[in-house]
């Protein structure tokens, strides 16, 4: 941890994984917000929306996932 | 994480030296160059455990179960119908099988996590996550070639339904996200989720017992093992949703990507 | 922030010494191995033994269900038939009651006619027979006072006469008398 440059990589890697999860913490939360808003107002098509809203998260955290892959693969260095 | 590792004095909460020590047991034996450890064998167990969970949940004709055959039958029709039926329609009865064996299977592979004794789950390695992760992408990259011939691939690229300006970026964002993103996020949302819920219970858990321990020797900051134990059993609770929900998303998932192939329309 | 440096340190440190961080990430032969055998082991019990179980316990219990209903529909069709059964012989009882109430009071009517009829009857003939008797009296008790009143007479007249007269001339004398008498 003393000034060692393969810590600061590994750090700023972590810090990179954490920036890039808020895009998907966002859109994960807005996706889900809608789907409740959507299962409210049409109970019948419960079952649907909650396919398409697990759907939508899917895409959305596909951010966040890269993002973990990638923390990986550059502390690894 | 051995005790004598973790440094209570100068440290607030204990890291093992490695992280992969949570994740790599010692080698038990060798067969063919292939080292056979703790973890190969929990993936045996699992196997032999979502056996044991479906044969005695199903087994008999009986018309009244029993509760635990209830609950086993419960499960069985959430995947026969909630998820296959539901989602891909009467051409998923094909599909009820796999769809069945890997959630049973992920399911009991995600909770070995909160199961004394054992404390590991099988799904934080990649093994698991990436070879179902990949059989759903032969199954639904298949189903779209065979039944939409080449269009399954040129329609992605080019949708006809979206406007021309859009349409290329639309193209290279579906072709990108459909054959190339779905298999690598599916086992890697397993995968990390898993990861990340094993290291927080065991980081949370071990912490808490040797600082406690340590009290005698540290004095009050040995106070701060109850808040990480006290979080860890929260986060205990957190990962049988978390392991529960992860089974259901992957198989649900496994079956949106199936139906997408089938249903192919753009 | 300690704790970030820590799982950094995790991070690079594996790294240095196994040749990758990605090896938590690549899967090893020998697991994968034995992740397919385990997932083959359910999938194979899935396809051949579970689907079966599950599909023979639906067929069994549709049957059951279908039976119970058909002998629900069984039982439902005797009970009506029951039903109409006893509503029949409720309303031949009905009928039944009301004829011998009918009839009843039919041959009370004609009982109260014959007592009525026989009473009246008897009055009559008690009537008659008590009328009867009166004019035999009455007739008797004539023949009597005309024998005694003849006797008498006759009585009187020997005295008068003061010889007797024989008992054919007598009555004669008598009857001429009386005849004469109702003359009057």
Excluded at chain 1, 43 to 53: A, F, L, N, S, W
């Amino acid at each position: 941890m003393e000034g060692n440059i393969e810590s600061l990589v590994g750090a700023l890697s972590l810090v990179g994984y954490g920036l890039g999860a808020i895009g998907p913490g966002i859109g994960i939360g807005i996706v889900a917000g809608n789907a409740i808003t959507a299962m409210a107002r049409q109970p019948e098509m419960q079952g649907t929306i909650r396919t398409t809203m697990f759907l939508g998260i899917a895409l959305t955290e596909a951010l966040a996932l890269i993002g973990f892959v990638l923390f990986f693969i550059a502390s690894a260095g | 994480m051995a005790t004598s590792e973790c440094d209570v004095v100068n440290e607030v909460i204990c890291a093992p030296a490695n992280v992969n020590e949570l994740f790599e047991f010692p080698t038990i034996f060798t067969i063919g160059g292939l080292e056979f450890s703790r973890t190969h064998i929990l993936m045996l167990l699992a196997a032999f455990v979502t056996v044991a969970i479906l044969y005695y949940g199903l087994r008999g004709q009986r018309l009244v179960p029993t509760k635990f055959g209830a609950a086993v039958e419960g499960m069985v029709d959430f995947v026969k119908d909630g998820i296959a039926r539901d989602v891909i329609g009467p051409e998923g009865t094909k599909y009820v099988p796999y769809l069945m064996a890997m959630f049973f299977f992920l399911l009991v592979g995600n909770l070995f996590e909160i199961t004394p004794l054992i404390n590991f789950p099988i799904t934080s390695r990649m093994a698991i996550p990436a070879f179902l992760a990949l059989t759903t992408y032969v199954i639904f990259m298949f189903l779209g070639f065979a039944k939409n011939n080449f269009r399954y691939l040129i329609d992605t690229a080019w949708p006809k339904t979206v406007p021309i300006g859009l349409r290329w970026l639309v193209g290279l964002i579906e072709v990108f996200s459909i054959f190339i993103l779905r298999p690598i996020t599916l086992a890697v949302r397993l995968f990390a989720n898993m990861v990340a819920g094993h290291l927080m219970l065991t980081l949370l858990l071990t912490s808490g017992l040797i600082f406690v321990a340590a009290i005698p020797e540290i004095g009050v900051k040995g106070t701060i093992g109850v808040f990480w134990f006290g979080l860890g059993l929260f986060m205990f609770l957190l990962e049988i949703l978390i392991g529960v929900l992860q089974a259901y998303i992957f198989t649900l998932l496994t079956a949106i990507y199936i139906e997408s192939s089938i249903h192919f329309e753009h | 922030m300690q704790l970030l440096t820590a799982l950094a340190v995790l991070a690079t440190e594996e790294g240095a010494e196994s040749g990758g961080g990605l090896s938590l990430i690549l899967p090893p032969t020998s697991e994968l191995i034995a992740g397919i055998i385990a997932f083959l082991i359910v999938f194979w019990f899935v396809g051949r033994r579970a689907m079966p179980m599950i599909n023979r316990t639906l067929e069994a219990r549709q049957q059951a269900i279908t039976g119970q209903l058909s002998e629900a529909e069984e039982a439902k069709r005797e009970a009506e038939s029951l039903l109409a059964d006893y509503r029949a012989q409720l309303a031949d009882a009905k009928t039944e009651g009301n004829r011998i109430i009918e009839e009843a009071r039919a041959s009370g009517e004609q009982l109260k006619a014959d007592i009525v009829a026989r009473a009246e009857e008897e009055a009559a003939s008690t009537l008659a027979k008590a009328r009867d008797e009166a004019q035999s009296e009455k007739s008797r008790a004539l023949a009597e006072a005309r024998r005694e009143v003849g006797e008498i007479s006759v009585g009187l007249a020997e005295r008068i006469v003061g010889g007797s007269l024989d008992g054919k001339m007598q009555q004669d004398l008598i009857d001429r008398y009386l005849a004469d008498l109702e003359k009057l």
